[in-house]
């Protein structure tokens, strides 16, 4: 999975473990190293990992608010539908299904989006990578990137934001979740997958003024009890 969420980012009994492989992948051109080491590290600890985070969002009040707001959002704008970029085992997806959205999943790893599949037939997931999208411009009216650049390196986010900004329509809202810097630089992490990356906030928020898009809102949520790191979230609007 080209990314995590907030259970498994910290959680330090991740075990190598192989899921068949799926039957359905996007295009996808030639992978960069670090996308092919996300995906291979993501491959190997695909069951576990999703075990870990089988409750998805049901015991983060705080982090559902947020989702629910950017599905609210997309619902007003009525732009198009949504893609969970960087899915893994698709409970974020699911997540905006229940709210009402017309929601797909794409992920890096095959491994997890098998699982995705299993887990919720009624919902599209596909094998694809965020930074070449098999998508046509202004096809999406939302974008969730829930923990899915944290393991971007920095000098690449703003070409995926880029991206993102080509796929959405005008008016279109993505939502980023991620580990927060609490007052620090950009800062690279021991992840239990793969190398990841703190952000401060208002670096990204500028990152993303700059791909053409204007801030709509941004919470930060204080570690949980297990937890190691301040988390951000941010509401951007393509413009």
């Known amino acids: 999975m080209h990314g995590a969420t907030p259970v498994a980012a910290d959680h330090p009994g991740l075990v190598a473990q192989r899921f068949p492989p799926p039957v359905r992948s996007l295009p996808m051109p030639e992978l960069s190293s670090h996308l092919t080491t996300t995906a291979a590290a ?3 600890v695909a069951v576990r990992y999703a075990d870990l985070v089988r409750d998805g969002l049901a015991g983060l ?7 629910a707001a950017f599905a609210e959002c997309v619902r007003a704008s009525g732009a198009g539908p949504v893609a969970d ?9 699911a997540y905006l299904r ?8 794409i992920d890096l790893s095959p491994s997890l989006i098998e699982i995705a599949r299993t887990t919720y037939p009624g919902l599209r997931f596909d094998v694809g990578s965020m930074d070449a999208l098999d998508l046509a411009d202004g096809e999406l009216g939302g974008i969730v990137s829930w923990y899915s650049v944290i393991h971007t390196p ?13 796929v959405l329509a005008p008016g279109g809202h993505v939502l980023l979740a991620f580990f927060e810097a609490e007052g620090g630089p950009v800062t690279p992490f021991d992840h239990k997958v ?14 993303a003024g700059k791909a053409g898009f204007a801030e709509v809102g941004r919470m930060l949520r204080e570690p949980r009890e297990g937890e190691r790191f301040r988390r951000g979230h941010l509401l951007v609007r393509a413009v």
């Open 61 to 67: 009040p705080l982090d559902r608010s947020f989702v």
């Open 194 to 207: 793969t190398t990841a990356y703190r952000w401060p906030i208002d670096e990204i928020a500028q990152l």
């Open 98 to 105: 229940d709210q009402g959205r017309d929601v797909f999943g």
């Open 154 to 166: 920095p000098a690449e986010l703003p070409s995926y934001l880029a991206e993102f900004r080509r």
């Open 85 to 93: 970029l960087g899915c893994g085992p698709g409970y974020v997806a």
């Open 42 to 44: 993501y491959d190997a």
